[in-house]
């Protein structure tokens, strides 16, 4: 049974920074790519950005480049999304998701597996 559960998330003040992780469990993450979604109150989910299986490739939402990074340790079976000078508009719900496949994608339908999310505030 995969199991992806994040951490790390909670309230910031705007220009603030959070560090969000992503254990997976019941998967073979070494070789799953992995990506962060978000979903603001009223809106369509969101592709944050993707890692491929051994961090050679990254992808990120426009909005947030050079503001966000993400990262993996393969041996901890972690994906982390490190996200600095956050906005109001970066408040959401944020959730990881695991492919069968270790290449990136932006598409949420390619994503076989997801966490139940962790709520990010960002307060002006």
């Known amino acids: 049974q995969v199991q992806l559960v994040e951490s790390g998330g909670g309230l910031v003040q705007a220009g603030g920074s959070l560090g969000l992780s992503c254990a997976a469990s019941?998967?073979?993450?070494?070789?799953?790519?992995m990506g962060w979604f978000r979903q603001a109150s009223g809106k369509e989910r969101e592709f944050v950005g993707a890692?491929?299986?051994?961090?050679?490739?990254?992808q990120y939402l426009d909005s947030v480049k050079g503001r966000f990074t993400i990262s993996r340790d393969n041996a901890k079976n972690t994906v982390y999304l490190q996200m600095n000078s956050l906005k109001p508009e970066d408040t959401a719900v944020y959730s990881c998701?695991?492919?069968?496949?270790?290449?990136?994608?932006?598409?949420?339908?390619?994503?076989?597996?997801w966490g139940q999310g962790t709520q990010v505030t960002v307060s002006s």
């Open positions: 890692i491929s299986w051994n961090g050679g490739t990254t």
């Open positions: 019941g998967l073979t993450f070494s070789t799953s790519a």
């Open positions: 998701a695991a492919q069968n496949s270790p290449f990136t994608t932006r598409d949420p339908k390619y994503y076989d597996y």
